[in-house]
């Protein structure tokens, strides 16, 4: 099934699914049946992280799907992060032993650093403002030593942090995770990372329609006028081709949904391609910097602070 799904190769060799299943979100028995119907679409690229609070559920299914041969270990692609509580050389390791035990895996294909930003563990909600992002790195490469990553990389760093990475690293980022819709296209950051060989995966792909605030000027990205006309012209739907647009500027994407309908919509999106002009006209809606939707000011109050935010210079 695996080798059916187009995909990305790393510069470890390993393969990422241009789609993946997000989780953010995704709880309990919801994450559950939504992660079945999911497999069973042919989704074999999964994205979760410790704080989702969901890699239990995750690894129930899994476990069932390997243990009854239905599918082999190979055939997944599966990324979790390194939580902001975990973001100092020493815990490294027992974060990822931690996200490994409630996968029930003994290796996850991609182990992203999840923010650049440091938080004290057990300290609710106090930053640690003396993350050290060499430190963290070394601990993140000793994982791939000790086999149990077999790649790794970042999310949400800024250029600046990239570079800094890239001067010390033994082992290069494969992949750099960082929302990236038609409204905030991060050209600078992809052109960057394109020099380095480091992958992007694209995070919010839909414009996070729960999250973002339309207005006249700026609707909802699925509702956007340019949008839905494409979309109806090519016998498609609006969520396809905002997808569609990012897998063929060849970036994975990792759109969430638990519903089953729109789990399988999502996933069909490998049996049509938009025309140069229709790529043209979307490049256009390219809001930069006005158009990011997640700078996690509203989930941690206070993180502009913090040495290592990262979205104080543009890009
Ligand atoms: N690294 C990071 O810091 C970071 C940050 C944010 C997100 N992420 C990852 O990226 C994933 C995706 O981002 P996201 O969940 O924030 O946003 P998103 O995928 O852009 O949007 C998800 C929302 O869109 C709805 N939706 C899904 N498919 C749809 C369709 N075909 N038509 C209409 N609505 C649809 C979903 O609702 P239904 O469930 O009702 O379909 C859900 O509310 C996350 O789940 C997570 O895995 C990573």
């Known amino acids: 099934m695996s080798s ?16 993946g299943l997000g989780t953010y979100k995704s709880r309990d028995d919801e ?3 939504a992660l079945n119907v999911a497999l069973e679409c042919g989704y074999r690229h999964i994205d979760t992280a410790t704080v989702y609070e969901n ?4 690894g129930d299914v ?12 190979e055939e997944l692609f599966v990324v979790t992060k390194l939580p902001m509580t975990g973001n100092r050389y020493k815990d490294v390791g027992r974060f990822l032993q931690d996200s490994l035990d409630k996968l029930r895996l003994s290796y996850v294909d991609l182990y992203l ?5 440091g938080m004290k563990e057990h300290s609710k909600g106090e930053f640690d403002l003396d993350t050290n992002h060499e430190e963290i790195y070394k601990a993140m490469e000793e994982q791939v030593d000790a086999g149990k990553a077999k ?16 001067k010390v690293c033994r082992i290069k980022p494969a992949n750099l995770q960082v929302e990236v819709h038609v409204y905030h296209q991060q050209k600078d950051l992809r052109e960057l990372c394109r020099g380095f060989d480091i992958s992007i995966c694209a995070y919010c792909p839909l414009g996070a329609p729960y ?18 006309s494409m979309a109806k012209r090519l016998g498609r739907t609006p969520a ?12 994975p994407v990792i759109p969430r949904s638990t519903n089953q309908k729109r789990l399988k919509e999502n996933f069909k999106v490998f049996d049509f391609e938009l025309c140069a002009e229709d790529m043209a006209s979307l490049e256009a809606l390219d809001r930069k910097g006005a158009g990011r939707i997640v700078d996690f000011k509203s989930l941690f109050e206070g993180i502009e602070n913090h040495p290592e935010w990262p979205f104080n210079i543009p890009f």
Do not use: Y
């Open 55 to 58: 890699e239990v559920e995750i």
């Open 211 to 228: 999250m973002a605030k339309g207005s006249d000027e700026c609707p909802i990205l699925l509702q956007h006028p340019l949008v839905t």
């Open 151 to 166: 790649a790794i990389g970042l999310s949400n760093f800024n250029s600046k942090q990239i570079e800094k990475i890239l």
């Open 62 to 73: 899994l476990h069932e799907w390997l243990s009854s041969g239905r599918i082999a270990r």
């Open 240 to 251: 396809q081709v905002l997808l569609r647009f990012l897998i063929q500027n060849n970036m």
């Open 31 to 33: 994450i559950r049946q």
């Open 113 to 117: 650093i999840h923010s650049p930003v």
């Open 4 to 19: 059916r799904i187009p995909a990305i190769t790393l510069h470890n060799g390993g393969k990422m699914p241009m789609v």
